[in-house]
């Protein structure tokens, strides 16, 4: 699972939309939070047109998906981990929803 600061800086990257960081279970004051923090670490500027990557932001990303071995469409596809869920037992027996 990616780092919430990485997907952020992934986001931005591509003007894309936070509801994504509120769908991996962020709560809006904690995406204010980590905005600010990668404001105050220098990754990110606001200006008119809304929140974009400094080239230390762009640096920062292309180090991690370096260190991280991570594969050429991993750098560009975020992972969807909200849609995973846990396996069950081959013991457990589901059953369809009832129609009325």
């Known amino acids: 699972m990616l780092p919430k600061q990485i997907v952020l ?3 931005i990257s591509i003007n894309g939309s ?3 960081l509120s769908r991996r279970g962020l709560t809006p004051s904690q995406i204010a939070i980590l905005i600010q923090e990668q404001i105050d670490c220098g990754n990110i500027v606001t200006d008119e047109s809304g929140l974009n990557l400094t080239l230390a932001g762009e640096k920062y990303l292309q180090q991690y998906f ?14 969807q981990d ?3 869920t846990n396996p069950i037992s081959k013991f457990d027996i589901v059953l369809p ?3 009325i």
């Open 82 to 84: 909200y849609y995973r």
């Open 18 to 20: 936070l509801f994504t």
């Open 97 to 99: 929803p009832k129609q």
């Open 9 to 11: 800086l992934k986001i």
């Open 66 to 79: 370096k260190s991280e071995d991570c594969k050429k469409k991993d750098t560009w596809i975020l992972p």
